[in-house]
């Protein structure tokens, strides 16, 4: 048990001078000319040490926060900022897919056209129908990836309230910082874990492994080459699959801010009463009827 508090309190210290090393030497890990830093790249995206640095960060700013509160609302209105803007931009995305799906049909259906020029003459952006068919699922990732923290801040996710409804408000938001700390934060870190090998897998070669030491890393890269993934499901498909597995990463990148924004959120309205509920939350107006539509999810 000892080892385990000092190898936790160990790697806390040694965060501030991981990042610090890392900010004075940026060479050694963004020059992607140099394939060794290609590989530094990999290894401390999915690293103890790049974990602990986000831990320390989050611990820091917790200790900062509860002095000066006001530190903590700038946090939680910049990461629900992001989590909405994104939401917003990127649910265009379902507009263009309903769009581009009924181009499709009547270009398939009614003009028997096999092949799409987004640019007429430009060999290079003229696609099989196919392609775009199957490109379909590449804005429905995007809906489900670039908004799901939208979503969240919005209240739209499904949830069952059969526990926390008949709660005091401060076992509300009791339950709400306990549940961002040990489901949305380990949930968000174990897909993140998973996510970014099996993303770089798709983008070079040799495969990193999560098994994989630095040095191990650094001797792999004397044979390192981008192999992006280009292969589709049929042979004039979409072949931009790699494209989900960065979703994937970025989407476990998203919910992990959300996570602390809920915290920190939970935690302020708790503290400051009830003239804090709701406090700068930019929630979209549905209009007439909003109010009776909120908390149906």
Same mark, same amino acid.
């Given at each position: 048990?000892?080892?385990?508090?000092?190898?936790?309190?160990?790697?806390?210290?040694?965060?501030?001078?991981?990042?610090?090393?890392?900010?004075?030497?940026?060479?050694?890990?963004?020059?992607?000319?140099?394939?060794?830093?290609?590989?530094?790249?990999?290894?401390?995206?999915?690293?103890?040490?790049?974990?602990?640095?986000?831990?320390?960060?989050?611990?820091?700013?917790?200790?900062?926060?509860?002095?000066?509160?006001?530190?903590?609302?700038?946090?939680?209105?910049?990461?629900?900022? $992001?989590?909405?803007?994104? =939401?917003?931009? #990127?649910? @265009?995305?379902? %507009? +263009?897919?309903?769009?581009?799906?009924?181009?499709?049909?009547?270009?398939?259906?009614?003009?028997?056209?096999?092949?799409?020029?987004?640019?007429?003459?430009?060999?290079?952006?003229?696609?099989?129908?196919?392609?775009?068919?199957?490109?379909?699922?590449?804005?429905?990732?995007?809906?489900?990836?670039?908004?799901?923290?939208?979503?969240?801040?919005?209240?739209?996710?499904?949830?069952?309230?059969?526990?926390?409804?008949?709660?005091?408000?401060?076992?509300?938001?009791?339950?709400?910082?306990?549940?961002?700390?040990?489901?949305?934060?380990?949930?968000?870190? $174990?897909?993140?874990?998973? =996510?970014?090998? #099996?993303? @770089?897998?798709? %983008? +070079?070669?040799?495969?990193?492994?999560?098994?994989?030491?630095?040095?191990?890393?650094?001797?792999?890269?004397?044979?390192?080459?981008?192999?992006?993934?280009?292969?589709?499901?049929?042979?004039?498909?979409?072949?931009?699959?790699?494209?989900?597995?960065?979703?994937?990463?970025?989407?476990?990148?998203?919910?992990?801010?959300?996570?602390?924004?809920?915290?920190?959120?939970?935690?302020?309205?708790?503290?400051?009463?009830?003239?804090?509920?709701?406090?700068?939350?930019?929630?979209?107006?549905?209009?007439?009827?909003?109010?009776?539509?909120?908390?149906?999810?």
């Amino acid at each position: 048990m000892l080892d385990a508090v000092f190898w936790v309190l160990n790697n806390i210290a040694m965060a501030f001078y991981n990042l610090g090393y890392a900010a004075v030497n940026p060479g050694l890990w963004l020059d992607w000319s140099d394939k060794k830093a290609i590989m530094r790249f990999v290894y401390y995206g999915g690293s103890v040490e790049f974990f602990f640095v986000v831990f320390t960060a989050f611990l820091v700013l917790t200790i900062i926060g509860i002095r000066r509160r006001n530190v903590l609302w700038r946090v939680v209105r910049i990461l629900e900022g $992001l989590g909405n803007g994104l =939401g917003r931009f #990127f649910a @265009w995305a379902g %507009l +263009i897919m309903v769009l581009q799906q009924v181009v499709i049909v009547f270009l398939q259906r009614i003009f028997a056209v096999a092949e799409i020029p987004l640019i007429y003459g430009v060999e290079f952006l003229t696609k099989d129908v196919s392609w775009y068919g199957e490109e379909l699922k590449l804005y429905n990732a995007l809906i489900v990836t670039m908004c799901v923290t939208y979503t969240f801040i919005q209240g739209g996710h499904v949830r069952v309230d059969l526990l926390y409804a008949p709660a005091s408000r401060r076992a509300k938001k009791i339950i709400d910082m306990v549940g961002s700390m040990i489901f949305m934060m380990p949930m968000a870190v $174990l897909l993140w874990m998973y =996510g970014w090998y #099996f993303m @770089w897998r798709h %983008l +070079i070669v040799p495969n990193p492994s999560a098994s994989d030491t630095l040095e191990k890393l650094l001797n792999k890269s004397r044979a390192l080459r981008w192999n992006v993934e280009t292969i589709g499901f049929s042979p004039n498909g979409f072949n931009a699959y790699f494209l989900f597995k960065v979703l994937m990463v970025t989407m476990a990148g998203l919910i992990f801010l959300q996570a602390i924004a809920f915290f920190y959120r939970s935690y302020l309205e708790m503290v400051e009463g009830e003239e804090s509920e709701g406090k700068y939350l930019d929630k979209d107006d549905l209009g007439e009827g909003s109010d009776a539509l909120a908390g149906t999810h």
